[in-house]
């Protein structure tokens, strides 16, 4: 149910923004995009641009939400059934610049801010220790900054292409001190350049 909510929100705060950015709004463009990490994950997310500068963006996006559920029952007398259930996002937000190479060509730059975080609950059906310790738990937030650099080519009207890489620098704090076993608090600072932070666009342009 958290996905919908997520969505909804987000696409609120979009036209809560594209209201306020100023009262000629209704001339500037706009993009709105669809972006994945891979056609065949699944993995999609969702943005939204609006022209605040001659050639720049203000960009908001959803990069994933996700609440998963997984119930295990093992058919072994030594294992015991298991119920996992987990939740996560993450945002951006952040100032793109363009520089248009052709009619149909654009290449794009900027600086985003990132939030991430997530939650899991784990509990193990063992009726050999107390209630309390059946239940391990943690969550983590992540806050850092992201380059991102781009291309955009149109293919028809006002719909577009984009790919995007955007190396990361992150920070992480994440407690696990709900584990039975006694969790530990953890601090990390990362630099980030996978496959992950490439993405692809179908974008639309209007006005």
Not at 48 to 72: C, I, P
Request: charged share 15%; with cysteine; hydrophobic share 40%.
């Amino acid at each position: 149910m958290a996905k919908p909510f997520l969505i909804l929100a987000f696409l609120i705060l979009t036209m809560n923004v594209h209201a306020q950015v100023s009262c000629d709004s209704a001339k500037r463009t706009k993009e709105f995009l669809i972006t994945t990490t891979s056609l065949t994950s699944g993995n999609y997310g969702l943005q939204y641009k609006v022209k605040v500068f001659r050639k720049a963006f203000l960009r908001l996006g959803l990069a994933y939400v996700y609440n998963d559920y997984h119930s295990d029952k093992p058919q072994v007398v030594t294992s015991y059934p298991t119920k996992n259930n987990s939740s996560g996002f993450s945002i951006t937000s952040g100032l793109e610049k363009r520089k248009v190479i052709a009619e149909f060509f654009e290449f794009s730059y900027g600086l985003n801010l990132i939030m991430s975080g997530g939650w899991n609950k784990l509990r193990t059906e063992n009726p050999n220790i107390a209630e309390p310790l059946r239940v391990n738990k943690s969550y983590f937030i992540s806050p850092g900054i992201g380059i991102d650099l781009g291309a955009i080519m149109k293919i028809h009207q006002n719909f577009y292409l984009g790919a995007e890489i955007m190396p990361q620098f992150l920070y992480s704090y994440q407690d696990n001190s709900g584990n039975s076993n006694g969790g530990l608090i953890t601090h990390t600072f990362r630099a980030a350049l996978n496959s992950q932070n490439a993405t692809l666009a179908l974008i639309y342009r209007f006005k």
